[in-house]
């Protein structure tokens, strides 16, 4: 796993000085101000960055830094600076401590929502054939899980993949969103296959 970003030395300590953790929300809060009062005292750190996270700015030793607001929470909830950080409800605004986990690419990459407003992770149609291809992705190859006439077929197949490859980091696709223990039971005994 490739090293996280190091900050310059003195760092850690300036920002464990200029702002708090509220836990139980998960937001940020400015514990001073600085001499030109640019700081909103009176509501949380950060604002939206590239439309799925917030951000914040901070100087230290004439530097501007941009950090993303939940390593900050890792970093003050943990004590050191991860390499990745992965929303495990998948909204990136709820930086609740227990909504984060450290991961690598590859996991964050498994917890990623459809692409383009698609209703299914992991499935196209083949207009070719009038069929639903399945494929999962390791590393930058494609994993073909086959062709399928019905789309929750499909979805499904890929989520038998996803749990085997990314195991707790599987976004799985709800095929069964009308009926939610119907969901719950086709992860619990998914994974039971898996741990076969």
């Known amino acids: 796993m490739p090293k996280p970003t190091k900050y310059p030395e003195g760092f850690d300590d ?8 509220d836990s139980l929300t998960g937001n940020l809060h400015w514990t001073c101000q600085t001499v030109r009062n640019a700081r909103k005292m009176d509501r949380p750190v950060g604002g939206v960055h590239n439309k799925n996270y ?22 003050l909830t943990h004590g050191y600076w991860p390499y990745g950080v992965d929303h495990k409800d998948g909204n990136g605004f709820n930086n609740t401590p227990d909504n984060l986990r450290e991961c690598d690419q590859k ?22 054939r009038g069929t639903w291809q399945a494929q999962g992705t390791q590393g930058k190859a494609s994993i ?19 749990l085997y490859y990314f195991g707790d980091f599987a976004r799985l696709n709800k095929v069964f969103e009308d009926h939610p223990l119907a969901e719950t039971e086709h992860r619990q005994s998914t994974s039971a296959k898996l741990s076969q």
């Not at 300036?14 to 953790?21: A, G, H, I, T």
């Not at 062709?147 to 499904?156: D, G, P, R, V």
């Open 107 to 128: 996991d964050n990459n498994g917890n990623c929502a459809p692409k383009h407003g698609r209703q299914y992770k992991g499935i196209y149609l083949r207009k070719d």
């Open 14 to 21: 300036y920002l464990r000085s200029q702002v708090e953790l």
């Open 144 to 162: 073909k899980l086959g062709n399928y006439t019905c789309k929750k077929e499909a979805a499904l197949a890929y989520n038998y993949w996803a």
């Open 54 to 75: 917030l951000s914040f700015r901070m100087m230290y030793k004439g530097v501007s830094y941009n950090i993303l607001n939940h390593r900050a929470v890792f970093f």
